[in-house]
């Protein structure tokens, strides 16, 4: 990138402050649960998706499910049907910050981190630099057979490096870096984040660390 | 037989429930329906606390996010219109008779893959009725989503407005009806005492207004194949416009709810916003009922917290009860009575009421539990992130560089008691006549129009004096006629309005001017009364035909014109003499009795002319008649 005539500078702590930035992934994931869980209450298997048979529904004579009228006991058979672990996982974190005794201590805080962040870094991009280059990911992907083994919450954490371009809603582009040793399949990618409708300048960039391949 | 006294016992409540002053029930609880006291054998022990929430459908032309027509077919594309009043009762005929599950898109039903998108119609309409209620409107508002799980809820959530409604803090002036009598004279304390309140009339604050979606319409029906009971979901209403108005819980009485109610749907009504049926659902009613005991049975000195919504938790007397899905007036007003008499008993027998939310059987005229809400439920209120804040500027009011106000002044029609007081003050009317002339707002402009035009066509004060008057009669009790004559059995008939539409002048095919034209004429003395009506009658039916003439010009053409003429009045004046020779005795004796008798003979020429001799010139040739027939002696 110098040598096509960009000027490399590191970004200061006092620009994007590194606090915000470890608590970005938190936030993310709560913002991110609460938003799964409310768009995903659409899927009841009434008007399209998978639904339970009623028999199969009705059959279950479950304590957990007797104080639930016939229609919540059919949404919750098709629901806990058809959605996989993940998704589960998601919905019931996001119910459970959107309640009303914990909207406030997660919720509202999540998205508060956010706006602070989000200003942190329209303003870096719009006064101090044109381009963000940071790695896409901090570790390299397990194992396929090992994926069990893997804490979920510690799975979340690979997202570390791409939430902070989510959260603060700016264009960003990964470029995959070729492999220092031949025999390594994978290696981290490269990360480039600008300001708003900069998507252009961005794509300039990409096109020469790609070529760099 | 034990079965007989049922039905006996049955039909003598309801007799006793439905008397309009005294609501009774036979544990000797009563309530007052006009002050909302709660006695006890008569003894005053409680005061009804009311608080309402009313559920308006904005008459606009597509749904409020998904850009999907509201009666399914008839429409072009609605979004973009920047005229929330424009004539859309022809929707209301078809969504009425619409097949089920018709006029929706996929938004409506939560498919995958769609977004919201504002309507701008609706917005407008809703800051319009917002406005006409005097009501708050911060520049930016936002939406939420209020989740829980039901069948005709297909989203899963509703799009409201929780935290950071439309618009907030607004009123209600209400008038308490003066019983049937229509032409009374506002009390002297209503006239002088301004905006405080008397017993003519009140005012409800509002405490918010704000935009949401409507769910769709559930059906219980029995399955004839499997002969079980089936729930059917109707989705056609699913994301209606609706405007949700909260009210501060002001209302002390069961018929000052049924006012409230009534004053709001005709004031929506008026500004075009909600054609506030009640009956089709496009205006919903929900009540809040609660009682405080009176403190020393002294009505001033109940404490009562009206500041919050939750009202009125005051010791003893047991929480707020909601009554849900209120189809009209006179269930509103008996919901309340029979909620403030269960509570009272209840109460008063150590057993106050559970926060609950009930239902009103029409059948029994009672309240009846739908849940006991012993945890209130959690609806997880999240800001809607698929929109952004509404902001109240240019792009919403359709035109560069208006505002707020700009938009309020070319578009909220003058008001109904602005309308009312004007007509009123400006012009003399009585109550009546100008409460007429309101109900149908069309009327007040052609009525200003030919008021205007009148004046512009006569020369003399005295005359001018009588326009309004003369005007207004000829509205209200000719051209209302002709028009609900000639005109809305052939609107209702080609299918152009439902039969539930009330006549208006909107219809007229006699304009303003025509009709100033026509009360200048009568004003002037060219015409009489009745031929007025006539000409009327004949400008209306022939309108097409005579459509480049003036009224003047047809008066003429079709002989519309007091009898002046010397000759033809002398004939009838012979004639009446002939047919009257008692009294021509009489007249013969001269003096006071000559004056008498000219009198009565004036009076049968007159009617021998079917009104239409002019007055003067007839009195005048009668005299000279008698003169000639029966000379009186000069006393």
């Keep these: 990138l110098h040598q096509h005539g960009a000027e490399i500078v590191q970004?200061?702590?006092?620009?994007?402050?590194?606090?915000?930035?470890?608590?970005?992934?938190?936030?993310?994931?709560?913002?991110?649960?609460?938003?799964?869980?409310?768009?995903l209450c659409r899927y009841d298997g009434f008007r399209y998706g998978v639904a339970v048979a009623e028999e199969e529904v009705n059959f279950n004579g479950n304590s957990e499910t007797s104080d639930l009228t016939p229609l919540e006991r059919q949404y919750s058979a098709s629901r806990s049907f058809g959605f996989g672990t993940e998704v589960k996982r998601r919905i019931l974190c996001g119910t459970s910050v959107l309640s009303s005794d914990r909207f406030h201590t997660y919720y509202e805080a999540a998205a508060k981190l956010r706006a602070a962040l989000a200003?942190?870094?329209?303003?870096?991009?719009?006064?101090?630099?044109?381009?963000?280059?940071?790695?896409?990911?901090?570790?390299?992907?397990?194992?396929?057979?090992?994926?069990?083994?893997?804490?979920?919450?510690?799975?979340?954490?690979?997202?570390?490096?791409?939430?902070?371009?989510s959260l603060s809603g700016l264009p960003a582009l990964s470029i995959p870096r070729q492999t220092q040793e031949p025999s390594s399949t994978f290696s981290y990618g490269m990360q480039l984040i600008s300001s708003r409708l900069n998507e252009s300048m961005m794509f300039q960039a990409g096109k020469v660390l790609e070529c760099m391949n | 037989t034990p079965y007989k006294m049922i039905i006996h016992y049955q039909a003598l409540t309801r007799r006793i429930l439905t008397h309009p002053r005294i609501r009774?029930?036979?544990?000797?609880?009563?309530?007052?329906?006009?002050?909302?006291?709660?006695?006890?054998?008569?003894?005053?022990?409680?005061?009804?606390?009311?608080?309402?929430?009313?559920?308006?459908?904005?008459?606009i032309s597509t749904k409020l996010f998904s850009g999907c027509p509201v009666d399914g077919n008839h429409r072009g594309t609605g979004c973009g219109s920047t005229s929330p009043t424009s004539l859309s009762s022809s929707s209301s005929l078809s969504s009425l008779f619409q097949k089920p599950n018709t006029s929706v898109w996929p938004l409506d039903v939560a498919v995958p893959g769609v977004l919201p998108r504002l309507s701008q119609e609706a917005v407008q309409a809703a800051v319009l009725s917002a406005a006409a209620t005097k009501c708050e409107l911060p520049r930016v508002s936002r939406f939420e989503r209020k989740h829980y799980f039901y069948a005709d809820l297909p989203l899963g959530y509703q799009v409201t407005q929780q935290r950071w409604p439309l618009a907030r803090e607004g009123r209600l002036r209400c008038q308490r009806s003066n019983r049937g009598n229509k032409k009374a004279k506002p009390s002297k304390k209503s006239r002088m005492a301004g905006d405080d309140d008397n017993d003519d009339s009140f005012t409800v604050r509002i405490e918010r207004i704000q935009l949401e979606q409507d769910t769709g319409k559930t059906v219980i029906m029995t399955n004839p194949k499997t002969r079980r009971k089936e729930s059917l979901v109707d989705f056609n209403r699913a994301g209606r416009a609706l405007i949700e108005i909260v009210f501060y819980p002001d209302l002390r009485s069961s018929v000052d709810a049924a006012t409230a109610v009534e004053t709001l749907r005709s004031l929506l009504k008026h500004i075009g916003t909600c054609s506030g049926r009640m009956e089709d659902g496009s205006l919903r009613c929900d009540l809040n009922v609660s009682i405080a005991p009176l403190e020393n049975m002294d009505q001033e000195k109940t404490s009562i917290t009206t500041q919050n919504k939750d009202h009125a938790i005051v010791q003893h007397t047991g929480n707020r009860v909601e009554v849900k899905n209120l189809n009209s007036l006179r269930q509103v007003q008996l919901a309340a009575e029979y909620e403030a008499i269960r509570q009272a008993e209840a109460a008063a027998n150590g057993s106050p009421t559970l926060q609950e939310t009930r239902t009103f059987d029409v059948k029994t005229n009672q309240t009846v539990t739908i849940r006991t809400?012993?945890?209130?439920?959690?609806?997880?209120?999240?800001?809607?992130?698929?929109?952004?804040?509404?902001?109240?500027?240019?792009?919403?009011?359709?035109t560069p560089g208006m505002d707020l106000e700009g938009f309020l002044e070319s578009n909220l029609p003058e008001l109904p008691e602005d309308a009312q007081r004007r007509l009123k003050t400006s012009y003399g009317l009585s109550d009546y006549m100008a409460s007429v002339l309101t109900g149908d707002p069309p009327a007040i402009e052609l009525f200003d129009t030919a008021v205007h035009h009148a004046n512009r066509q006569l020369t003399m004060d005295r005359e001018r004096k009588k326009v309004p008057e003369t005007v207004a009669n000829?509205?209200?009790?000719?051209?209302?006629?002709?028009?609900?004559?000639?005109?809305?059995?052939?609107?209702?008939?080609e299918g152009i309005l439902d039969g539930t539409g009330e006549t208006s002048v909107r219809f007229s095919r006699v304009d303003g001017n025509q009709l100033g034209e026509v009360v200048a004429l009568v004003l002037e003395g060219s015409i009489s009364n009745t031929m007025a009506k006539q000409l009327l009658r004949v400008l209306y039916e022939e309108s097409n035909e005579l459509k480049q003439f003036s009224a003047r010009e047809v008066a003429q053409k079709r002989g519309f014109q007091l009898i002046s003429d010397s000759v033809e009045l002398a004939k009838i004046a012979h004639r009446v003499i002939a047919e009257n020779p008692e009294e021509m005795e009489r007249y013969k004796l001269g003096g006071k009795f000559a004056r008498k008798i000219t009198k009565f003979?004036?009076?049968?020429?007159?009617?021998?002319?079917?009104?239409?001799?002019?007055?003067?010139?007839?009195?005048?040739?009668?005299?000279?008649?008698?003169?000639?027939?029966?000379?009186?002696?000069?006393?």
């Design chain 1, 11 to 39: 970004v200061s702590t006092d620009d994007i402050s590194p606090r915000l930035m470890q608590r970005a992934l938190a936030a993310y994931y709560v913002l991110v649960s609460a938003e799964a869980s409310s768009n």
């Design chain 2, 373 to 398: 809400k012993e945890v209130a439920k959690d609806y997880r209120f999240m800001p809607e992130p698929d929109l952004p804040p509404l902001i109240l500027n240019e792009e919403v009011f359709g």
């Design chain 2, 601 to 635: 003979l004036l009076g049968k020429s007159m009617a021998a002319s079917q009104g239409n001799a002019h007055p003067e010139r007839l009195n005048e040739v009668l005299v000279e008649v008698l003169e000639e027939i029966a000379p009186l002696s000069k006393e």
């Design chain 2, 24 to 59: 009774r029930d036979f544990s000797q609880w009563s309530v007052d329906s006009e002050k909302g006291v709660v006695c006890f054998q008569g003894k005053p022990r409680y005061q009804t606390v009311i608080g309402l929430e009313i559920h308006a459908q904005l008459d």
């Design chain 2, 474 to 493: 000829l509205l209200c009790n000719e051209l209302f006629a002709l028009v609900r004559e000639l005109e809305m059995q052939r609107l209702i008939e």
């Design chain 1, 119 to 165: 200003e942190e870094m329209h303003s870096t991009l719009k006064e101090k630099v044109d381009l963000l280059l940071v790695p896409t990911v901090l570790s390299l992907p397990h194992k396929i057979d090992q994926g069990s083994l893997v804490d979920p919450t510690a799975m979340f954490a690979n997202d570390v490096m791409t939430v902070p371009a």
